[in-house]
């Protein structure tokens, strides 16, 4: 059991890099095994979950090599993967399996992935009903609704899908099914959501139209193998972002951080709370958005009232955006959060007793909470439930907390962001 002890700090500053995208390097292990051809990868996210995505698709057959400074992954095309000798194991990655069902119902083959504690417990009805719809054969423990997955690779079929909930995971995988079938697939997405797989898609050659919230692929074409450098995660440097907004005398610069607009809604939230985050050097790298984020302690933040469609464009930012409200004057109510009861831990619940536990003014709804400030926090132990996010977001309060704040199972952080506690420690001094 690893504990983390953070102390208050008086001055957070400094220039960093955050790793890399953890969306993308799921995606670019994906798609890069179905391209025809040999694709590169910089700058790839050598961390717990993308590790499980490229131990997955080596099971698949595919060669994988890591060189250290790139990822070299030898594509077999949309029909290439072979029969897994085992069961594959996803971790603690739900890209990872819920993409990967995708891929593999219209395989000609059987396979079963599985998952730890958390993933067992995280629904996998939102994949396995459209796939079913599709005319997949797919069996998954409780009646279908949670891992392990067992899957009868089948030919699938056309489809016309409006989500009930806005995933870019359910969306994900429903368009990486779509890639094999004779016709065209459409999903609909209730909200907005990260676009990554649409754009890779795209600029592999994949026959892919975008039109507002509606997403068709036409299957059958071949994916063009392709060289990628992949951005600093957004939601790795939001922690950074909201350590620099409320520590004091902060001055933090974030280079090459990802700021595509479907990941970046907590910018706006930001700037609706009165924080002042200034972008430079904006610029594209491998098809999606760049730049360096500079941000400063911001002592005036204001309470704000989030619904469905900001928390879609910041759905990771979630325990973040609590610590936030704690330190701004007012009541901060989010609504139409009930996704973050299903994340790697129950988020809302999560985030609803740390703060408490710390002394600030907590109300939890079933989709949402209300953090009232400004809160004075206390350093207590914290139990971050074995989820990165929690443990990272309690991590950054323990900077203004008063005493030590004592983040239980905090090596968590590694399956987002291996070093987290050393970058943060590094701009204390
Ligand atoms: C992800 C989508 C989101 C997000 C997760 C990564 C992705 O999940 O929370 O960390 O890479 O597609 P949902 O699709 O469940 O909202």
């Known amino acids: 059991m690893s504990t983390r002890i953070i102390t208050q700090t008086d001055t957070l500053r400094g220039e960093l890099t955050v790793p890399a995208d953890k969306s993308v390097s799921h995606r670019s292990i994906m798609l890069g095994a179905l391209a025809s051809g040999t694709s590169v990868v910089r700058n790839f996210l050598r961390a717990e979950d993308p590790i499980s ?33 085992n069961i594959i194991d996803c971790g603690n990655s739900g890209t990872t399996m819920r993409l990967l069902a995708g891929v ?26 459209p796939l079913r719809a599709m005319g997949a054969d797919i069996s998954a423990r409780c009646s279908g609704k949670y891992a392990p997955i067992a899957i009868r690779g089948t030919a699938l079929k056309p489809t016309d899908f409006a989500l009930p909930i806005a995933s870019a995971q359910v969306k994900s995988c429903i368009l990486l099914a779509g890639l094999g079938i004779d016709g065209t697939v459409t999903v609909t997405e209730p909200e907005k959501t990260r676009d990554h ?16 919230l509606r997403v068709s692929l036409k299957g059958g074409r071949e994916l063009q193998p392709f060289e990628l450098t ?5 939601s790795s440097a939001a922690f950074f972002i909201a350590a620099a907004l409320i520590a004091p005398n902060a001055s933090v610069t974030i280079r090459g951080v990802g700021v595509n607009p479907t990941r970046t809604g907590m910018l706006d939230i930001l700037a609706s709370m009165g924080a ?5 050097n904006a610029r594209t790298v491998s098809g999606e958005p760049v730049a360096d984020i500079v941000c400063t302690t911001a002592p005036g933040l204001r309470a704000v009232t989030l619904g469905k469609r900001e928390v879609a ?18 009541t901060t109510v989010i609504r139409g959060a009930k996704e973050l009861r299903v994340k790697e831990s129950d988020r809302i619940a999560a985030m609803a007793e740390g703060l408490k536990r710390m002394g600030a003014q907590v109300e939890e709804f079933e989709d949402g909470i209300a953090v009232t400030g400004k809160a004075a926090l206390t350093g ?14 309690f991590a950054v309060a323990g900077l203004i907390a008063d005493g030590e704040t004592a983040i239980r199972h905090a090596s968590c952080a590694d399956i987002s962001f291996p070093g987290f506690y050393e970058l943060l420690g590094g701009l204390t001094r």
């Open 313 to 330: 464009r910041a759905i990771d930012e979630f325990p973040i955006l609590c610590i936030l409200a704690s330190q701004a004057e007012g």
């Open 53 to 85: 995505t490229m131990n997955a698709f080596r099971m698949l057959g595919i060669d994988i090599r890591d060189s250290g400074s790139e990822v070299i992954i030898k594509g077999k095309g949309i029909r290439g993967l072979a029969e897994p000798a």
């Open 380 to 393: 207590t132990e914290i139990e971050s439930r074995h989820d990165h996010r929690i443990a990272m977001a």
């Open 197 to 212: 797989s649409e754009r890779m898609l795209s600029a592999m050659g994949a026959d892919i139209a975008v039109d507002g």
């Open 276 to 280: 002042s985050v200034v972008l430079e």
């Open 230 to 234: 992949v951005p600093s995660d957004f």
């Open 104 to 129: 593999l119902a219209g395989q000609p083959f059987f396979s079963v992935m599985t998952g730890d504690d958390s993933l067992r417990q995280r629904p996998m009805a939102r994949v396995i009903d």
